[in-house]
Structure formats: C-alpha cells, structure tokens
C-alpha cells in the first residue's frame, strides 16, 4: 500500500507540473489579448513591445514570487530567479548552440549586456547586506523603469530598431478581454498550484525550498525561453535569442525580484545561507563569463555550448549533493552528541 508522504509526494509533483502548465499558457493568453486590446485602442506597437510584451513575459515568474515571498516562503523566490538566470545562460544557450553558433554584434548588445551585469552586480550587494529591503527593491524597479525609457526613446527616435508586434486575430474586443481575464486567472491559479506543490514535496523529501526553486522552479520557468530560442535557432536567428536572454535575466532580477521585496522585505535569515554564499556566486560568475565571451569571442558555438550544459548538470547535482551532505552531518553530530 502506497504511503501517505508518497501520495503527497505524487500529488505535490502534480500541482508543479498543473502549476507550470497553466503558467505558460496564461502568460500565452495574457499577452496576445493585451497586445489585441492594446491595439485596437491605438496603442502604437512601440509601445506595445516597450511596456505589454515586456512586462508580460516576467509575470509568471513575478506572481509565483510574490506569491512564495507573502507565504512565508522567500527561499523559492529568490531561487527562482538566481536559478532561472543560471538555466538561461548554462542550459538555454547551451542547448540552443547544438543546434546553431550564435554570433554576437557586440555593439548592438553592449547596452543589454551592461544592464544584465548591473543588475547581477546589484542583486549580489543587496544580498550581501543581510536582506533586500523595500528600499532596495523600489531602486530595482526605478532603475528598470528608467531602462526601460530609455529603450523607448532610442527606438522612437530610430536609433535602435525594435521587432515589429504581431497582433493576434481574435473576433472582437469581448473575446480579447475574455482571454485576458482567462490568462491572468490561469497565472494566478498556476502561481498558487505551483508555490504549493513546491513547498509539500521540499518538505517531503527534506529538501529546502531553496533548492526547489534553484532547480526545479527554476527549470520550468525558463522552458518557455529554450522554446522561443529553439524556434529562432531554426531561423538562425542569433539575435533574437541573445537578446531573449539579456532581457529575460534583466527583468528576472530587477523586476521581479524588486516588486517582491518592494512588497515585502527579503530577509536572508530566511533563506538557505548556501544561496549567499555559493548559488549568488555562480550566478555572478556565469553572467560574467557569458558576458565576456559575447564581448571578446563573439560567438557561442557547439563545444561552447557542450561545456555550459556539462556545467549546468554539474551545477544541479552540486547543490543537491551538498544539502545532502549538510543532512548527513547534522545525524551523525546529532549520533555523537
């Protein structure tokens, strides 16, 4: 007969995977019917791409964030992001490059490279602090904001060029709306599903929820990037797909880490010291190198991306093995003792 913690155990891997299911297609159904709305009240397709599309793509992440951090629960927060930022470059570009080389412009990516450094760089020194308070938070978000602005007013003045919208076909504006309301419901419901799920199994299996969110969250919230990167990469779209992960882990952090915390602080006693001392760290140092080597190599090619899927599986079974091993010793102090 199946034990009660293994029936928990399968229901809670179920709310994850109902969770992240309906993450993705809310945030489908949010931004199509945004963009549709948008449009037909006039809004230009600028600032449609500036402000909806933007914004929109983040708002999974940003719900299951808030919704972890309100519950008492700011470990899966923070891993979320620290662990999506990793997946993003290790196994999203790393896997991306075994199907196409990415080739970097790197004058057309130096201001999207600077902004992911300076909110990496950011994040680490508010860490570093001992918690990200409500201050620190709304200066994530101010300094987003101004980005953003900025992005804007180099686009409309031609300075830069900006992918043109696609608007989705629906019958009628009473059918956008409906789709809108849908998705924001779905994000909501998969928000909750997936917080839930994720804090049952990290307590049936001993595991903090630090972890879960470093590994497991953090995995499922950057599938839809490897999607969007994979289809470019049939296209050998090398720019869409840097720029994807620019943006995503740009807005990773000073979004949704800063509307969290402008919420409700993030203390780091609440969080596993392991994320400050070590999963921060990797973060950091993957972003720079990825940096560096867009800056400097100007490509990622296949062997390139062959070492940062090697380095993202050494990654995940690296922190799991070391919260093991802090179990291991904690039983046998506590044998001796």
Same mark, same amino acid.
């Given at each position: 007969?199946?034990?009660?913690?293994?029936?928990?155990?399968?229901?809670? =891997?179920?709310?994850?995977?109902?969770?992240?299911?309906?993450? @993705?297609?809310?945030?489908?159904?949010?931004?199509?019917?945004?963009?549709?709305? *948008?449009?037909?009240?006039?809004?230009? +397709?600028?600032?449609?791409?500036?402000?909806?599309?933007?914004?929109?793509?983040?708002?999974?992440?940003?719900?299951?964030?808030?919704?972890?951090? /309100?519950?008492?629960?700011?470990?899966?927060? $923070?891993?979320?992001?620290?662990?999506?930022?990793?997946?993003?470059? /290790?196994?999203?570009?790393?896997?991306?490059? @075994?199907?196409?080389?990415?080739?970097?412009?790197?004058?057309?990516?130096?201001?999207?490279?600077?902004?992911?450094?300076?909110?990496?760089? /950011?994040?680490?020194?508010?860490?570093?602090?001992?918690?990200?308070?409500?201050?620190?938070?709304?200066?994530?978000?101010?300094?987003?904001?101004?980005?953003?602005?900025?992005?804007?007013?180099? *686009?409309?003045?031609?300075?830069?060029?900006? #992918? #043109?919208?696609?608007? +989705?076909?629906?019958?009628?504006?009473?059918?956008?709306?409906? @789709?809108?309301? /849908?998705?924001? *419901?779905?994000?909501?419901?998969?928000?909750?599903?997936?917080?839930?799920?994720?804090?049952?199994?990290?307590?049936?299996?001993?595991? +903090?929820?630090?972890?879960?969110?470093?590994?497991?969250?953090?995995?499922?919230?950057?599938?839809?990037?490897?999607?969007?990167?994979?289809?470019?990469?049939?296209?050998?779209?090398?720019?869409?797909?840097? !720029?994807?992960?620019?943006?995503?882990?740009?807005?990773? $952090?000073? =979004?949704?880490?800063?509307?969290?915390?402008?919420?409700?602080?993030?203390?780091?006693?609440?969080?596993?010291?392991?994320?400050?001392?070590?999963?921060?760290? $990797?973060?950091?140092?993957?972003?720079?190198? @990825?940096?560096?080597?867009?800056?400097?190599?100007?490509?990622?090619?296949?062997?390139?991306?062959?070492?940062?899927?090697? !380095?993202?599986?050494?990654?995940?079974?690296?922190?799991?093995?070391?919260?093991?091993?802090? #179990?291991?010793?904690?039983?046998?102090?506590?044998?001796?003792?």
């Amino acid at each position: 007969m199946i034990t009660t913690n293994t029936e928990l155990f399968i229901l809670s =891997m179920g709310a994850l995977g109902l969770g992240m299911y309906l993450l @993705f297609k809310g945030g489908d159904w949010t931004i199509e019917a945004a963009v549709y709305i *948008a449009r037909k009240l006039g809004i230009s +397709p600028l600032v449609i791409g500036f402000t909806i599309i933007a914004f929109g793509t983040s708002l999974p992440e940003l719900l299951v964030s808030l919704n972890a951090n /309100l519950a008492g629960l700011p470990g899966i927060a $923070i891993g979320n992001v620290i662990g999506s930022n990793i997946a993003n470059i /290790l196994f999203v570009v790393g896997v991306t490059a @075994f199907f196409t080389t990415l080739v970097a412009i790197p004058r057309e990516i130096m201001r999207d490279i600077v902004m992911m450094l300076l909110a990496s760089f /950011l994040m680490t020194f508010l860490m570093l602090q001992g918690h990200i308070s409500q201050l620190g938070g709304g200066v994530m978000i101010l300094v987003l904001l101004s980005y953003v602005l900025w992005q804007y007013r180099m *686009a409309a003045s031609g300075k830069i060029d900006v #992918d #043109d919208v696609d608007v +989705p076909k629906y019958k009628n504006m009473a059918q956008g709306v409906f @789709f809108l309301i /849908l998705g924001l *419901a779905a994000i909501a419901g998969g928000a909750e599903f997936l917080v839930r799920g994720a804090k049952v199994s990290a307590s049936i299996i001993g595991v +903090p929820e630090d972890v879960i969110g470093l590994s497991v969250i953090a995995i499922g919230t950057s599938l839809p990037e490897l999607s969007t990167c994979l289809i470019a990469a049939r296209k050998k779209q090398s720019d869409i797909i840097i !720029g994807n992960i620019l943006g995503s882990n740009v807005f990773n $952090i000073l =979004m949704i880490i800063g509307a969290t915390a402008l919420v409700k602080p993030i203390a780091n006693e609440a969080i596993a010291p392991q994320v400050v001392s070590l999963d921060i760290w $990797i973060m950091l140092g993957v972003t720079v190198l @990825f940096s560096v080597l867009l800056l400097t190599y100007k490509k990622i090619n296949k062997a390139i991306g062959v070492v940062f899927v090697t !380095g993202y599986v050494f990654y995940i079974g690296l922190i799991y093995a070391l919260y093991l091993s802090k #179990d291991v010793a904690q039983a046998v102090e506590q044998a001796v003792g």
